[in-house]
């Protein structure tokens, strides 16, 4: 068995252990649960344990001639757990880049164990698609997460918070302003996320509803949140204080800069000198995001293209940054004019 180290206990005494590549959950009482995995996946009333992996190049090499079951199920004879009663959960994301956050009220705690990555593979729900499966096609999660509620939940219950769980991941990335990498829209997740949520059927606490008016779902919510955003702060350096950056911001709408730079009539070393000094003035910040919001607006067809070309040149003159300014001419006339 792998070298391990506890890192974490709930209060209803499962275990977490940080192994080598692999966070591992043993459960104190008998969980039922959903989820995404290839192992055990789909609901299930009885699992004892359940993991989130790191797949080296070694592993990934291994991977692209076997089954992923297959393969994780060798996983779990080697970390000594019963695979017919363990689910688990395998990404790129470094597992000391994980962040654990509990939320309470009264007897209810959920736990939720996030690892994330979003340099690459951020998207959002209905991007043009980066492959298609017809034989079978191998893909790893990039965010991860693990939800242990203490309460006792029924399957419908438990694809509710599923449900919960997954929009609240979604929250998460827009609070960050994370870019789709395959549109200019914002990511809703990755393409290639897992989830997995657990209830304890040994609780005389039964839950019936986990969506958003519940406090059940709140907690899960807020937990989900918490956890993806400092995970992803850990794992790519992205945080609400990197996000506010006006060249960020239009990063979002992906232009040829270097055209952009060849017809520049200035110094270009003194513009991007003062452009260092200027993107992150919290002014210039807002400015910015107030003239991608009417560009928002025009590709989702929410304002007619005239009005959002005079709009968005009025807020543009307000800015007192000249390589900024400069930058949203060129934003503006590309997307809207």
């Known amino acids: 068995m792998y070298s391990n180290r506890l890192i974490f206990k709930t209060s209803s005494e499962d275990e977490i252990f940080y192994l080598k590549d692999t966070i591992l959950v043993n459960f104190k009482h008998n969980r039922n649960g959903v989820s995404s995995s ?46 017919n009663y363990s689910t688990g959960l395998i990404t790129l994301a470094e597992m000391n880049n994980l962040s654990i956050v509990s939320k309470s009220f009264r007897n209810l705690e959920v736990t939720s164990i996030s690892t ?21 096609e191998y893909h790893f999660g990039t965010i991860n997460i693990i939800v242990l509620i203490n309460a006792n939940l029924s399957k419908s219950t438990l694809m509710e918070a599923f449900m919960t769980a997954t929009e609240a991941k979604t929250v998460a990335l827009n609070n960050l302003k994370i870019p789709s990498q395959y549109s200019n829209g914002y990511a809703t997740g990755t393409g290639t996320d897992g989830l997995c949520i657990f209830s304890n059927v040994d609780s005389d606490d039964k839950i019936t509803n986990a969506g958003k008016h519940s406090k059940l779902g709140e907690l899960i919510a807020k937990s989900v949140i918490e956890s993806v955003t400092k995970a992803i702060g850990k ?32 110094d270009k070393d003194k513009f991007i000198r003062q452009l260092q000094k200027d993107m992150g003035n919290q002014d210039n910040v807002a400015i910015t995001t107030s003239v991608l919001n009417l560009i928002d607006e025009v590709e ?31 934003w503006i006339n590309y997307f809207i004019h």
């Not at 994330?116 to 034989?135: I, L």
């Not at 960020?248 to 992906?254: F, G, H, I, M, W």
């Open 116 to 136: 994330a990555g979003v340099r690459t593979n951020a998207s959002k729900a209905g991007d043009p698609s980066s492959y298609w499966q017809e034989n079978g």
């Open 38 to 83: 290839e192992l055990n996946g789909g609901t299930c009333d009885l699992y004892k344990s359940v993991f989130n992996q790191h797949l080296s190049q070694d592993k990934i090499d291994y991977l692209e001639n076997h089954d992923v079951c297959e393969y994780l199920i060798n996983e779990c004879r080697l970390m000594e757990i019963d695979s």
């Open 300 to 330: 989702n067809d929410l304002i007619k293209k005239d009005d959002a070309y005079e709009l968005a040149c009025q807020i543009k003159e307000k800015c007192r940054s000249y390589p900024i300014r400069t930058l949203l001419d060129y």
């Open 235 to 266: 794992q790519v350096w992205i945080t609400n204080k990197s996000q506010s950056n006006a060249l960020v911001r239009l990063n979002r709408y992906t232009l040829d800069i270097n055209e952009f730079y060849n017809d520049l009539d200035c």
